[in-house]
């Protein structure tokens, strides 16, 4: 709980510890009511730091201290002083060994940060600073010292025991208790620790290095899942390889590991050889499991091992250095997704992710850069900017070197700082050196917060074949610095000019053709100045300009396309991402009319020009299936919201629902063609990218079907339902039916969720896509329903991933439920919020966000939103976690 004033803590303060631990021996006792951990740490004055008479200050809490001993002499009382959040002894030698003594309550501990129970197991989660919850110590990450830990427990309920490492002793003791010693080599700061007992069950393997090593893998499960860890561990193997062959990293130690757990405030976690995941993000199976589903393990399980090397073997200096580890670990997953299945599918997917979400928080009142200047509580930015919009910074970089040069600097990056702590500055420093380029002003990227806007304006002179193209960019104020003060920020825009017949060949004046590509018909601009116009020559025709193709930087571009011009970068252009991006933009401004009639109450006949760029699409058997998806899918609620001034909430969703209603209507044939093309075919269950586009297509037609007017859809859906042999179908089917507002579906669906609870009730993560079927139900009385899922056995508040499925998935993607003009959804959340305060207070500041954002809404709900966040301002032990992001949205 926080102290009488939230202390913000700068960047600009950062300071080299006083003291170094070189060895950190931990002993901990489990038993049902009291945990002991004793502690033996081998610390020295930092010869780097000025003040030689420091008192050596370490961090502890939640935590009772029972003996201190320095060097085997027991401390006095009078000889330390203890606080809530430390304990500080002003007399030490220049090295020694410290001794502490404490006692904590795992079972009692809600937060799940530091050591506690999840089920029948214990487990740790130390990212960022939950190491102070196990014992004092310097819990800093620049601080990195070399652990042994012994677990004592019982041995019939806690027959596994796990820490970071190798097992280097284990045995049996009186009175049924056992132990087991790991031994880490690599030194590591104290966020990597991680320690787990539990009655588990394994699924084994083994995979061979590149040297011939060969590294024993272990995925620990509850042994209801062993039947869900196949996956996983393809992917590991995958992942292990893959960081071989394209940035030329080894596994260092002999043994991997990871350990699933039910209660889990993220997704997982990269601890030293002991990965520690929710079970979201590691079970999979097909019957249990959606192709998102197993997408997100093989990224999620990537991401963690990949870590190895960005983030544990070069750790970061402090952390504000976050996005250093996660950038380049999110960038390094994405390109590892892309190559396992299909490239342009996983570049949309994060693409559509960034411009809603991260944009969105960009513009609001908890925007920072992707390098935080300061923070209240480090838990509040593991964000969007530093996570995603990170990794499209390291992305960028990737562009302006090229694939060759960014690997050498990679290289060099993890040569200069293995086994250190390193900043931002080191990776671009690494990076400027391997490639010769200067990246000075590139660095901008990580001190401004904000969405840069380019604007761009084109002309064409027939008798010279000359055009131009005039770029200009600003950024908006974010809540650091006003769009006055901010720099041009150095902007890679990747383009192509369209003819009539195709791709045209680039010459820019000035410069050398680009032979990356052989015809010529890609090129990186550099948009370095708030303005600059780049001319093209021997252009035979006026081209289509085809901007920002990759989505090469994570800014706005707005060119005045016309809708022809949209349709034909979305037939023509040989970039996937691009003609999805166009076909986004003509549905973005045929919905916009669409809610210009929705509000003057007039009716609203869909374009044209969209329904039949979809018959086109849905008719060309030549094209990917996946791409064809990807088109059909409208642009969601969220993110029209995010493109609106002030949103309108009632205008966007009936208004998106009309052009979905119409287009089904006026495409019926061509849906149920397609839908039934690709259904019943008894093909075996795959997960390739092939299988999982004609899944997500036959589904998407589904749901164009179901709410558009053929009488056989209801049908069809209710076939699938039954029929399905995965949950992709299963629960695609379930939420259609959910959410169809026909007169026969309300009883089919009410049947459907019944005897899908039934049959599903023993696999929570099923029961959790049950919840989120029912969240996002748009139809009337949502809040109703969502409460009254809120007292179904099914649902336990002290589990995060519950929360998320039933709260989050409604207060985020239900806008016309949660934002009912009457006020209940936001007094909902703040209950929800006061709540969850008490007892996680991570997932209580997480659970905020869609109240924050109440300045893009009408005056009616922002007075409503901001007296929900006063409500829950006023509440008398608010967390930091909480008060952070309240106070800050109340600014
Ligand atoms: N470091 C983890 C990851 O990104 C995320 C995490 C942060 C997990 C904090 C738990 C707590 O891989
Ligand atoms: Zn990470």
Same mark, same amino acid.
């Given at each position: 709980?926080k102290?009488?004033?939230?202390?913000?803590?700068?960047?600009?303060?950062?300071?080299?510890?006083?003291?170094?631990?070189?060895?950190?021996d931990?002993?901990v006792?489990?038993?049902?009511?009291?945990?002991?951990?004793?502690?033996?740490?081998?610390?020295?004055?930092?010869?780097?730091?000025e003040?030689?008479?420091?008192?050596?200050?370490?961090?502890g809490?939640?935590?009772?201290?029972?003996?201190?001993s320095?060097?085997?002499?027991?401390?006095?009382?009078s000889?330390?002083?203890l606080?809530p959040?430390?304990?500080?002894?002003?007399?030490?030698?220049?090295?020694?060994?410290?001794?502490?003594?404490?006692e904590?309550?795992?079972?009692?501990?809600?937060?799940?940060?530091g050591?506690?129970?999840?089920?029948?197991?214990?487990?740790?989660?130390?990212?960022a600073?939950?190491f102070?919850?196990?014992?004092?110590?310097?819990?800093?990450?620049?601080?990195?010292?070399?652990?042994?830990?012994t677990?004592?427990?019982?041995?019939?309920?806690?027959?596994?025991?796990?820490?970071n490492?190798?097992?280097?002793?284990?045995?049996?003791?009186?009175?049924?208790?056992?132990?087991?010693?790991?031994?880490?080599?690599?030194?590591?700061?104290?966020?990597?620790?991680?320690?787990?007992?539990?009655?588990?069950?394994?699924?084994?393997?083994t995979?061979?290095?590149?040297?011939?090593?060969?590294?024993?893998?272990?995925?620990?499960?509850?042994?209801?899942?062993?039947?869900?860890?196949?996956?996983?561990?393809?992917?590991?193997k995958n992942?292990?390889r893959?960081?071989?062959?394209?940035?030329?990293?080894e596994?260092?130690?002999?043994?991997f590991?990871?350990v699933?757990?039910?209660?889990?405030?993220?997704?997982?976690?990269?601890?030293?050889?002991l990965?520690?995941f929710?079970?979201?993000?590691?079970?999979?199976?097909p019957?249990?499991?959606?192709?998102?589903?197993?997408q997100?393990?093989?990224?999620?399980v990537?991401?963690?091992?990949?870590?190895?090397?960005s983030?544990?073997?070069?750790?970061?200096?402090?952390?504000?250095?976050?996005?250093?580890?996660?950038?380049?670990?999110?960038f390094?997953?994405a390109?590892?997704?892309?190559d396992m299945?299909s490239?342009?599918v996983k570049?949309?997917?994060?693409?559509s992710?960034?411009?809603?979400?991260?944009?969105?928080?960009?513009?609001?009142p908890m925007?920072?850069?992707?390098?935080?200047?300061s923070f209240?509580?480090?838990?509040?930015?593991?964000?969007?900017t530093?996570?995603?919009?990170?990794?499209?910074?390291?992305?960028?970089?990737?562009?302006?070197?090229g694939?060759?040069?960014?690997?050498?600097?990679?290289?060099?990056?993890?040569?200069?700082?293995?086994?250190?702590?390193?900043?931002?500055?080191?990776?671009v420093?690494?990076m400027?050196?391997?490639?010769?380029?200067?990246?000075s002003?590139?660095?901008?990227?990580y001190?401004?917060?904000?969405?840069?806007?380019?604007?761009?304006?084109?002309?064409?002179?027939?008798?010279?074949?000359?055009?131009?193209?005039?770029?200009?960019?600003?950024?908006?104020?974010t809540?650091?610095?006003?769009?006055?003060?901010?720099?041009?920020f150095?902007?890679?825009?990747?383009?192509?000019?369209?003819?009539?017949?195709?791709?045209?060949?680039?010459?820019?004046?000035?410069t050398?053709?680009?032979?990356?590509?052989?015809?010529?018909?890609?090129?990186?601009?550099?948009?370095?100045?708030?303005?600059?116009?780049?001319?093209?020559?021997?252009?035979?025709?006026?081209?289509?300009?085809?901007?920002?193709?990759?989505?090469?930087?994570?800014?706005?571009?707005?060119f005045?396309?016309?809708?022809?011009?949209?349709?034909?970068?979305?037939?023509?252009?040989?970039?996937?991402?691009?003609?999805?991006?166009?076909?986004?933009?003509l549905?973005?401004?045929?919905?916009?009319?669409?809610?210009?009639?929705?509000r003057?109450?007039?009716?609203?006949?869909?374009?044209?020009?969209?329904?039949?760029?979809?018959r086109?699409?849905l008719?060309?058997?030549?094209?990917?299936?996946?791409?064809?998806?990807?088109?059909?899918?409208?642009?969601?609620?969220?993110?029209?919201?995010?493109?609106?001034d002030?949103?309108?909430?009632?205008?966007?969703?009936?208004?998106?629902?009309?052009?979905?209603?119409?287009?089904?209507?006026a495409l019926?044939?061509?849906l149920l063609?397609?839908?039934?093309?690709?259904?019943?075919?008894d093909?075996?269950f795959?997960?390739?990218a092939?299988?999982?586009?004609?899944?997500?297509?036959?589904?998407?037609a589904? %749901?164009? =079907? $179901?709410?558009?007017?053929?009488?056989? @859809?209801?049908a069809? !859906? *209710? #076939?699938? +339902?039954?029929?399905?042999?995965?949950?992709?179908?299963e629960?695609?089917?379930l %939420?259609? =039916? $959910?959410?169809s507002?026909?007169?026969? @579906?309300?009883?089919? !669906? *009410? #049947?459907? +969720?019944?005897d899908?609870?039934t049959?599903?009730?023993?696999?929570?993560?099923?029961?959790?896509?049950?919840?989120?079927?029912?969240?996002?139900?748009?139809?009337?009385?949502?809040?109703?329903r969502?409460?009254t899922?809120?007292?179904?056995?099914?649902?336990?508040?002290?589990?995060?991933?519950?929360?998320?499925?039933?709260?989050?998935a409604?207060?985020?993607?239900?806008?016309?439920?949660?934002?009912?003009?009457?006020?209940?959804?936001?007094?909902?959340?703040?209950?929800?919020?006061?709540?969850?305060?008490?007892?996680?207070?991570?997932?209580?500041?997480r659970?905020?966000?869609?109240?924050?954002?109440?300045?893009k809404?009408?005056?009616?709900?922002?007075?409503?939103?901001?007296?929900?966040?006063?409500?829950?301002l006023a509440?008398?032990?608010?967390?930091k976690?909480?008060?952070?992001?309240?106070?800050?949205?109340?600014?």
């Amino acid at each position: 709980m926080k102290d009488a004033q939230p202390k913000t803590i700068y960047l600009k303060d950062y300071r080299s510890p006083d003291f170094l631990i070189d060895k950190t021996d931990l002993h901990v006792v489990l038993t049902d009511d009291v945990t002991c951990v004793t502690a033996t740490l081998q610390v020295r004055r930092n010869p780097a730091t000025e003040n030689k008479q420091a008192p050596l200050v370490l961090n502890g809490q939640d935590m009772i201290l029972k003996d201190v001993s320095i060097d085997g002499c027991p401390v006095q009382n009078s000889q330390y002083v203890l606080s809530p959040e430390t304990l500080t002894i002003n007399e030490v030698p220049d090295a020694f060994a410290l001794k502490t003594v404490c006692e904590i309550k795992p079972q009692e501990n809600t937060s799940l940060e530091g050591l506690y129970r999840s089920r029948t197991m214990y487990c740790t989660q130390c990212e960022a600073e939950g190491f102070r919850k196990i014992t004092y110590y310097l819990d800093r990450p620049d601080v990195l010292s070399e652990f042994t830990t012994t677990i004592v427990a019982d041995k019939a309920q806690f027959p596994v025991l796990l820490s970071n490492g190798n097992l280097i002793d284990k045995g049996e003791l009186d009175n049924g208790q056992h132990f087991a010693s790991w031994h880490d080599p690599f030194k590591k700061p104290a966020y990597l620790f991680a320690l787990v007992a539990g009655d588990l069950s394994v699924i084994e393997d083994t995979f061979v290095t590149c040297s011939n090593r060969t590294i024993d893998l272990k995925i620990f499960v509850e042994e209801k899942d062993l039947d869900k860890c196949d996956h996983a561990m393809a992917s590991l193997k995958n992942a292990m390889r893959w960081d071989e062959e394209v940035y030329g990293r080894e596994y260092d130690l002999d043994i991997f590991m990871i350990v699933a757990v039910d209660d889990f405030n993220m997704g997982a976690m990269e601890n030293k050889g002991l990965n520690i995941f929710n079970t979201s993000c590691v079970l999979a199976k097909p019957e249990t499991t959606t192709d998102m589903g197993f997408q997100r393990v093989e990224g999620v399980v990537a991401h963690e091992y990949f870590h190895n090397w960005s983030g544990n073997r070069v750790t970061c200096r402090d952390w504000f250095q976050l996005s250093l580890k996660e950038g380049f670990t999110v960038f390094r997953d994405a390109e590892f997704s892309a190559d396992m299945g299909s490239r342009t599918v996983k570049r949309v997917e994060d693409v559509s992710l960034l411009r809603t979400l991260q944009f969105a928080e960009d513009a609001g009142p908890m925007a920072h850069p992707v390098r935080p200047p300061s923070f209240i509580e480090i838990s509040n930015f593991y964000t969007l900017t530093v996570y995603e919009k990170g990794a499209e910074v390291v992305r960028m970089i990737h562009t302006l070197l090229g694939a060759e040069k960014f690997r050498q600097g990679s290289d060099l990056y993890f040569e200069r700082h293995d086994g250190e702590a390193a900043t931002i500055e080191n990776f671009v420093a690494a990076m400027e050196d391997a490639s010769g380029r200067d990246l000075s002003q590139f660095t901008r990227w990580y001190s401004q917060a904000g969405t840069p806007r380019i604007t761009a304006k084109d002309s064409y002179d027939e008798a010279s074949g000359i055009y131009q193209l005039t770029l200009t960019q600003s950024c908006p104020d974010t809540p650091e610095a006003t769009t006055e003060e901010k720099q041009p920020f150095h902007i890679p825009v990747a383009i192509g000019l369209l003819g009539d017949a195709g791709n045209l060949a680039i010459h820019l004046q000035g410069t050398e053709p680009d032979h990356d590509t052989p015809d010529n018909t890609h090129k990186v601009l550099e948009l370095t100045q708030a303005e600059q116009t780049f001319s093209f020559e021997k252009l035979p025709e006026r081209p289509i300009p085809v901007l920002l193709r990759g989505f090469s930087a994570p800014v706005k571009l707005e060119f005045d396309y016309s809708r022809e011009q949209l349709t034909a970068i979305m037939s023509r252009d040989d970039d996937g991402y691009s003609r999805w991006d166009a076909c986004q933009k003509l549905a973005v401004a045929v919905i916009h009319d669409a809610m210009q009639a929705y509000r003057s109450g007039q009716p609203y006949i869909v374009d044209t020009l969209l329904a039949e760029a979809y018959r086109t699409i849905l008719n060309d058997s030549s094209l990917d299936q996946a791409m064809v998806a990807l088109m059909l899918q409208l642009p969601s609620e969220a993110y029209l919201s995010e493109i609106a001034d002030v949103v309108d909430v009632e205008a966007i969703h009936f208004a998106r629902q009309d052009v979905r209603k119409q287009l089904a209507v006026a495409l019926e044939a061509e849906l149920l063609h397609t839908y039934n093309s690709l259904t019943g075919k008894d093909k075996p269950f795959s997960t390739s990218a092939e299988a999982v586009a004609e899944r997500s297509l036959k589904n998407i037609a589904l %749901s164009y =079907l $179901v709410h558009g007017e053929a009488s056989s @859809a209801l049908a069809l !859906a *209710q #076939q699938q +339902l039954q029929s399905a042999t995965n949950m992709t179908d299963e629960i695609s089917a379930l %939420s259609v =039916l $959910v959410n169809s507002d026909s007169e026969a @579906a309300p009883a089919m !669906a *009410q #049947q459907a +969720l019944a005897d899908f609870f039934t049959r599903w009730q023993h696999e929570a993560l099923v029961v959790n896509q049950w919840l989120v079927a029912q969240a996002n139900c748009v139809l009337p009385e949502g809040l109703e329903r969502v409460k009254t899922l809120m007292q179904h056995e099914a649902f336990d508040i002290k589990n995060p991933n519950k929360v998320r499925s039933l709260i989050g998935a409604f207060c985020n993607n239900n806008a016309i439920n949660f934002h009912h003009a009457d006020g209940a959804g936001y007094e909902f959340l703040a209950d929800q919020i006061i709540t969850l305060n008490e007892l996680n207070p991570q997932i209580a500041a997480r659970q905020l966000t869609p109240l924050t954002k109440w300045r893009k809404y009408d005056e009616s709900r922002q007075a409503l939103m901001c007296k929900a966040l006063e409500r829950i301002l006023a509440e008398p032990a608010l967390s930091k976690d909480v008060y952070e992001v309240v106070s800050k949205s109340l600014k």
